[in-house]
C-alpha cells in the first residue's frame, strides 16, 4: 500500500499485502492503523481529510475513531437513474484529487518515476 500526499508526494511503502477476497484494501488499512505500522497514528490528526477510492468504503468507522473525514466518490442510490448535481460535484472533486495518487502509482508500476 502507498500513501501518496495530493501533491504526489511518496509519504510511505507499506506491504507487500495479499489483496484476495478476504483481504480487501479496507481491510489491509484497519490492520496497519490497529497495528500502528511505522507509527501511521502519529501522522494523522484529528481533522484530517484521507481520500480513497470505493475500495475502503468499509475502513470509514476505523478513520472516524481516529477523527478523520473520509473521501471517496459518490456512489449511486438505489432506484436513481444518476447523481444530485452536489453529488456529481462532489465525486469530480474527489476523482482529481485522486487522479494525483493514481498518476503517481501509474509511475512506480512502469519504473518511470
Known amino acids: 500500500m502507498v500513501v501518496v500526499a495530493t501533491t504526489g508526494y511518496n509519504i510511505s511503502f507499506l506491504g507487500p ?8 484494501d479496507a481491510n489491509i488499512l484497519k490492520h496497519i492503523i490497529n497495528q500502528n505500522t511505522e ?3 502519529s501522522w494523522i490528526q484529528e481533522g484530517d481529510v484521507v481520500v480513497v477510492d470505493r475500495g475502503f468504503r468499509d475502513a470509514s468507522t476505523v478513520l472516524e475513531e481516529l477523527g478523520v473525514t473520509m473521501q ?5 442510490r438505489r432506484g436513481s ?6 453529488e456529481s ?3 469530480r472533486l474527489v ?15 512502469t519504473w518511470t518515476y
Request: hydrophobic share 30%; glycine share 4%; proline share 2%.
Open 39 to 41: 507509527d501511521l497514528k
Open 72 to 76: 471517496m466518490p459518490s456512489f449511486m
Open 81 to 86: 437513474t444518476q447523481h444530485t448535481s452536489e
Open 89 to 91: 460535484n462532489k465525486s
Open 95 to 109: 476523482a482529481k484529487i485522486r487522479w494525483v495518487v493514481e498518476s503517481t502509482n501509474g509511475r512506480l508500476k
Open 17 to 24: 499485502y495479499l489483496a484476495d477476497g478476504k483481504n480487501s
